[in-house]
């Protein structure tokens, strides 16, 4: 399967600041991204599809202009929080799709908003 | 959005013991797979099933769909404890089910 990176595996940031997560696909182009949030012992919530070239498609109910898909190039999505706040405190995990309908998840990373 | 009902949401076995975790939908799925997630890991893809009334094995994980493409189990046979972690199963929209937590006692 397709080996995917995150960074950064760990961010603290203050209430109101931008935080960025790269999601890197190393050994396989990535056409397709997706961007899950997971709470403490819940499961996954898909976010967003990224798609490569062209703009993201969004989950009922995530708020586009808060969090900003970026899937510029075949090998990177990036996931970038604005006007982060305590609530957006999660687990952020990117995933690449594979062949039907099969999926390659990154190490994910862990936001905290103070 | 399709929804994919997973019980039971935790299981504590004794190592040896057999484990069974099933999803359901209310539709017919196109496929289903099954993840695992170590705690504190992120999820791992574990298998695909596409076809009605498939069945697969690995090694002592066997994974089932049903005929109507809308139930789909993971039965694990004699327990280890590497085998601790939450097993998701995931739709065809790459929707989750809610998990299943599993801990083996040694």
């Known amino acids: 399967g397709a080996v995917v990176s995150q960074h950064p595996s760990r961010v603290i940031c203050k209430s109101g600041t931008s935080v960025k997560i790269e999601c890197r696909s190393l050994d396989f182009q990535a056409t397709t991204m997706f961007w899950y949030r997971q709470f403490p012992k819940q499961s996954l919530m898909l976010m967003a599809t990224s798609n490569e070239g062209s703009k993201a498609t969004y989950e009922q109910g995530v708020e586009k202009d808060k969090f900003l898909i970026n899937h510029a190039s075949l090998t990177l999505s990036t996931l970038t929080v604005t006007s982060a706040h305590p609530e957006d405190s999660s687990f952020y995990i990117c995933s690449v799709a594979g062949g039907a309908d099969t999926q390659y998840f990154g190490p994910g990373t862990r936001l905290t908003v103070l | 959005g399709q929804q994919v009902m997973q019980i039971p949401q935790y299981q504590h076995v004794q190592e040896g013991e057999d484990f069974t975790t099933y999803c359901n939908s209310s539709t017919t799925l196109s496929n289903i797979q099954w993840y695992k997630q170590r705690p504190g890991g992120h999820p791992v893809f574990l298998i695909q099933?596409?076809?009605?009334?498939e069945v697969k094995k690995q090694k002592r994980l066997t994974f089932q769909f049903g005929e109507a493409k809308k139930n789909s189990s993971l039965h694990i046979t004699a327990t280890q404890t590497t085998d601790v972690g939450t097993y998701f199963c995931a739709g065809g929209d790459m929707r989750f089910g809610a998990g299943t937590r599993l801990t083996v006692k040694p």
């Open positions: 099933l596409v076809k009605s009334g």
